[in-house]
């Protein structure tokens, strides 16, 4: 089955840029899309078809894909960033959608 | 505003059975393709099952096909998850979720509920 693989954690002081990836077999082929979980609460979708951000989503989040790798790119970070981060895709040859392994990311 | 409330959650025996609920409100239910996702303590999410809007279609991950049904009543606006066989590795957090389309579309996952917490313990 399809695997995507996240780095357990980064870590980044407010007002840099955290950047955290997915890795994929060709996963630039395929739709990615990211979500936001803080403790205690259902996630949020923050990034969806590679590099479209929801309404009410702030600019500071982007995205990108290519090769074996998609990209969520959070700039200016602030202290209310921190949570766990997921990537999602749809594996259509086994009928599955795929979550990433995740990634905390702590503000320090 | 897309609410989606979860119920059903509780602990049951390995071996045993539940059913949770998904009551959806502030969209067109019926147009729309429905999932359960669940999260382990301390763990991912992991994506659980998918239902096409019209019922047609249903997907399950590999970890419990054969034991959980994926379902809907589009008269009573709600998805169901019947879980059987149940496992102590099923205890988790299980969300539902609306899929942002409903027809031959498979993408994101654009609201979710609060979830229920299944605890599967002797």
């Known amino acids: 089955s399809y695997v995507l693989t996240q780095p357990p954690s980064v870590s980044v002081a407010p007002g840099q840029t955290a950047r955290i990836t997915c890795g994929g077999n060709?996963?630039?082929?395929?739709?990615v899309h990211w979500y936001q979980q803080k403790p205690g609460q259902a996630p949020v979708l923050v990034v969806y078809?590679?590099?479209d951000r929801p309404s009410g989503i702030p600019e500071r989040f982007s995205g990108s894909n290519s090769g074996n790798t998609a990209t969520l790119t959070i700039s200016r970070v602030e202290a209310g960033d921190e949570a766990d981060y997921y990537c999602?895709?749809?594996?259509?040859?086994?009928?599955?959608?795929?979550f990433g392994t995740g990634t905390k990311v702590t503000v320090l | 505003q897309v609410q989606l409330v979860e119920s059903g959650g509780g602990v049951v025996q390995p071996g045993g059975s539940l059913r949770l609920s998904c009551a959806a409100s502030?969209?067109?239910?019926?147009?729309?393709?429905m999932h359960w996702v669940r999260q382990a303590p301390g763990k991912g999410l992991e994506w659980v099952a998918f239902?096409?809007?019209?019922?047609?279609?249903?997907y399950y991950a590999d970890s419990v096909k054969g034991r959980f049904t994926i379902s809907r009543d589009n008269s009573k606006n709600t998805l169901y998850l019947q879980m059987n066989s149940l496992r102590a590795e099923d205890t988790a957090v299980y969300y539902c979720?609306?899929?942002?389309?409903?027809?031959?579309?498979?993408?994101?996952?654009?609201?979710w509920g609060q979830g229920t917490l299944v605890t599967v313990s002797s």
């Open positions: 979720a609306k899929s942002y389309c409903g027809g031959d579309c498979y993408t994101y996952l654009d609201y």
């Open positions: 502030g969209f067109t239910f019926s147009s729309y393709g």
């Open positions: 239902i096409r809007y019209d019922g047609s279609n249903k």
């Open positions: 060709n996963i630039g082929s395929k739709s």
């Open positions: 078809d590679d590099s």
């Open positions: 999602q895709v749809w594996d259509s040859n086994s009928d599955h959608y795929v």
